[in-house]
């Protein structure tokens, strides 16, 4: 296999990035640019881990990550290749690190609110959870180069991951520490609605109040079906669009920042 440009890249260890999604981010660009083609080999672990100076479980959550978005596939003996888009993906996997990072813009989440709560009544009936169970909810906003873009609110069952804290929700992506206790995500359902943002909403967002935006809410499964993520977040309208493509095999939809 000729040199691969991904072995020339270089990871930053002061930033707030995880490696492994700086990692994914960089592979990202590299298949949106075309530098990447449909059946292209990747480096392997070990090349990685060589080139790169990171360890073989960041470069194999790497590459997870990437398997699970479907943008890559592991064949037993021979390596991992460029997917083909058009081929039903096993699963889902967001993560707004990757999302931005793969832009090449640089992500960042303030921390408003953490705690234990028990939800309301109408919160359980969507997490499909027993009343009177205890769960993280916290809210962030998140940034894009510096700027405020989603002002999120997530809920999680605290027995998913009995031990988290404010500290690691403002030093670690939430779904890297699930992905270390066997927790990822299969499917997943959106919604999206127009609203117009009140003054404390829009305050957090940096935009004035009765700015447009728009609401979104995803309920998250693992692959045996259960709901363990419930997120209810504003993103702002001057910042976003969702382009539609439609063809024969069905509908997708893609998130654009500006």
């Known amino acids: 296999m000729e040199h691969n440009a991904i072995l020339d890249s270089k990871l930053s260890l002061s930033s707030n990035i995880p490696l492994y999604a700086q990692l994914v981010g960089i592979i990202k660009r590299e298949i949106s640019s075309g530098a990447l083609k449909i059946g292209d080999l990747l480096p392997s672990e070990a090349e990685l881990c060589r080139a790169l100076d990171i360890s073989r479980n960041t470069a194999r959550q790497a590459i997870g990550e990437l398997e699970d978005e479907g943008l890559v596939v592991r064949k037993r003996g021979k390596g991992t290749f460029v997917a083909d888009p ?94 270390h206790v066997g927790i990822t995500p ?32 995803r309920r998250t499964r693992t692959e045996d079906g259960r709901i363990y993520e419930y997120t209810r977040s504003y993103i702002r309208g001057d910042r976003v669009r969702l382009d539609v493509h439609m063809q024969k095999s069905g509908m997708s939809f893609t998130r654009i920042i500006d």
């Open 86 to 179: 058009n081929n039903n993906r096993r699963g889902v996997r967001y993560s707004f690190t990757t999302e931005v990072s793969s832009l090449g813009k640089t992500p960042s989440s303030t921390l408003v609110d953490f705690g234990v709560v028990i939800p309301t009544r109408a919160i359980c009936q969507r997490m499909d959870l027993q009343e009177g169970t205890p769960v993280y909810c916290f809210t962030r906003v998140r940034n894009v180069d510096g700027e405020p873009l989603i002002l999120e609110t997530s809920y999680y069952p605290q027995y998913i991951y009995p031990n988290l804290t404010r500290e690691m929700v403002q030093t670690h992506s939430f779904y890297s520490l699930l992905y």
């Open 186 to 217: 299969f499917s997943a359902e959106d919604s999206y609605e127009s609203v117009i943002l009140d003054a404390p909403r829009a305050s957090l967002l940096g935009v004035e109040p009765g700015s447009c935006a728009f609401y979104h809410q």
